[in-house]
């Protein structure tokens, strides 16, 4: 406190045949002990500087100068260079972090999407045949068409009742729910655990536009009147991303298919994501603090 770095400065020897060069190192020797023994924290640290110049420096000049002197520009000039070096350092790494969010961070999109041959993972397809039947007691594996695209999925429970649709997050497929399917199988409801377009074993589309709000909201839709015989789902249960789209699905259910607005969803269990409009208006939020 204030109190500690007066007492700890007028404790300290200063000698009359000190150079001013010295003197840096004497306007700065207090906040470097209190940080050194973790009194202060690193935060703290430059405020502590200044104001330990500001404790100490007219007892050291007065040593170091001789008397009726008036010439004390040379610590004023130290400090006065020393924050506008700090704040120059601060500008030019706020710029160079903006220059990246803002104009580089778009411009590799950009490139990225426009490259015919962009970077990807090394196709393996041939592998899902495998990845499905490796842990079989899950579940049955199985494909869906919705609207001539191939889906996998993966359901346990009973096939006649109630349905419970599971959609993952990113980056996952069907595996999220495992556990899921392995409790609830028991309960009587009809459970299925799918991929999402892109993943796993279920279609996987090149061009970005193909996975929108309007291609993703209807795989849900076309999973729900497939799977289910009365076309509705007893529950949708969503994570991350995957919850997202649950938000989105449930809000369009009641737009959809039935004159009486009843929905094809009828309840919705939430993971790890907010509202839409909450996530939007948060990242817009983001954006207008900067």
């Given amino acids: 406190n204030h109190e500690e770095i007066k007492k700890f400065g007028a404790n300290q020897e200063f000698s009359t ?15 470097l ?11 703290k640290f430059w405020l502590v500087c200044k104001l330990t110049s500001k404790i100490s420096k007219k007892s050291m000049w007065e040593h170091v100068q001789p008397p009726n002197s008036k010439d004390e520009s040379m610590p004023s000039k130290m400090i006065k260079g020393i924050e506008n070096f700090m704040l120059y350092i601060f500008i030019y790494t706020y710029a160079v972090i903006s220059g990246i969010l803002f104009v580089g961070i778009p411009l590799l999109k950009v490139w990225l ?5 962009m970077g990807r993972f090394k196709d393996r397809s041939d592998v899902s045949e495998k990845l499905d039947t490796l842990d079989p007691h899950h579940g ?3 494909t869906l068409v919705v609207d ?10 009973n096939v006649n009742g109630p349905l419970i649709l599971f959609l993952h997050g990113f980056p996952d497929f069907w595996y999220s729910w495992r556990y899921q399917l392995e409790g609830l199988k028991e309960t009587g409801y009809h459970l299925v655990a799918v ?5 796993g074993g279920s279609h996987k589309p090149r061009e970005i536009n193909e996975y929108n709000y309007d291609h993703l909201l209807g795989d ?14 007893a529950c949708v249960v969503g994570h991350d991303w995957g919850g997202v789209l649950a938000w989105q699905a449930a809000a369009q259910s009641w737009e959809w298919d039935h004159a009486d607005q009843s929905g094809y969803i009828e309840r919705l269990i939430i993971l790890n994501a907010p509202h839409t409009l909450v996530l939007r208006n948060s990242i817009l939020q983001k954006f207008l603090d900067l």
């Fill in 33 to 43: 002990t209190l940080f050194w023994r973790g009194n202060i924290s690193l935060k």
């Fill in 113 to 117: 999407i426009k490259r015919e041959n």
């Fill in 220 to 233: 849900i839709r076309g999973f729900i009147q497939e799977l289910s015989p009365s076309g509705r789902a």
């Fill in 17 to 31: 045949k000190k150079k001013p060069d010295s003197l840096f190192h004497h306007i700065f020797t207090i906040p």
């Fill in 148 to 157: 001539g695209n191939t889906f996998h999925y993966v359901e346990a429970g």
């Fill in 195 to 199: 991929d999402m377009r892109g993943y």
């Fill in 140 to 142: 049955k594996h199985r």
